[in-house]
């Protein structure tokens, strides 16, 4: 089974609104990163954050983390048409090196 | 915009052909990687490599081989493909320090096979 999985699996929202997405994963991490994907592109980082930390963000980027539930979130403010993509997050467990999990990604579509 | 290349972008082929997925980058990364994603799909990390000589295989079970001969240079061969093969593959590198987490994908390669 995967480490991360992504809720929800799709997401439609109007140019303007918030964007909210989430992740859980099942074993301990050194960090979590979101991940986005253009339609047929590769992947583009966004944002990282430690185990050891809680919230993080960049420009319209939010990011949370809380370790005791497994879960991360990655919040989007004042969404525009340019943020239609799937968004991944990827987690580096414990011991893997620099090996990234990702989940199965949530694609987002901002209606003009 | 990462400098890491995948050629073709595209590729069509018959069942039984040999490919060979070219990756290369310029930004001098340590660490290589492959993945194959299935439309609308996860990630899986089917090879990857620490450096020159350095190849490993990753989670999901591959039937393509991988080589590290140049630092820029990380090609996936598959002997002879099957429609099982179609996919999408990806190429990512990552460098040393304190970026070392972070990821850098090419464009990838859209496989189908007939």
């Known amino acids: 089974s995967q480490q991360g999985e992504e809720d929800p699996q799709a997401l439609s929202i109007q140019e303007g609104e918030n964007a909210t997405m989430n992740c859980s994963y099942k074993?301990?991490?050194?960090?979590l990163q979101w991940y986005r994907q253009n339609s047929g592109r590769g992947l583009v980082h966004l944002i990282l954050?430690?185990?050891?930390?809680r919230e993080k963000h960049s420009g319209r980027l939010r990011v949370t983390l809380d370790t005791s539930k497994k879960s991360s979130s990655l919040l989007i403010t004042a969404s525009r048409a340019a943020d239609t993509a799937s968004y991944f997050c990827?987690?580096?467990?414990?011991?893997?090196?620099?090996?990234?999990?990702f989940g199965g990604g949530t694609r987002l579509m901002v209606k003009p | 915009e990462a400098d890491i290349y995948q050629t073709p972008r595209y590729l069509v082929i018959g069942t039984g052909k040999k490919i060979t997925l070219e990756c290369s980058q310029t930004?001098?990364?340590?660490?290589m990687y492959w993945y194959q994603q299935d439309p609308g799909m996860e990630l899986h990390l089917i090879h990857y490599?620490?450096?020159?000589?350095?190849?490993e295989k990753g989670d999901l079970s591959s039937e393509s081989t991988v080589s590290r001969i140049r630092t820029e240079h990380f090609p996936l061969t598959l002997e002879s493909a099957r429609p099982s093969h179609t996919s999408q593959y990806l190429c990512?590198?990552?460098?040393?320090?304190?970026?070392?987490?972070?990821?850098?994908f090419g464009p990838g390669t859209r496989l189908t096979v007939l």
């Open positions: 954050i430690r185990s050891n930390e």
């Open positions: 490599s620490y450096g020159v000589n350095s190849t």
């Open positions: 074993t301990s991490i050194n960090n």
């Open positions: 990827a987690t580096r467990v414990n011991n893997a090196g620099n090996m990234l999990t």
């Open positions: 930004m001098g990364h340590d660490k």
């Open positions: 990512a590198s990552s460098p040393r320090g304190a970026r070392s987490d972070t990821q850098y």
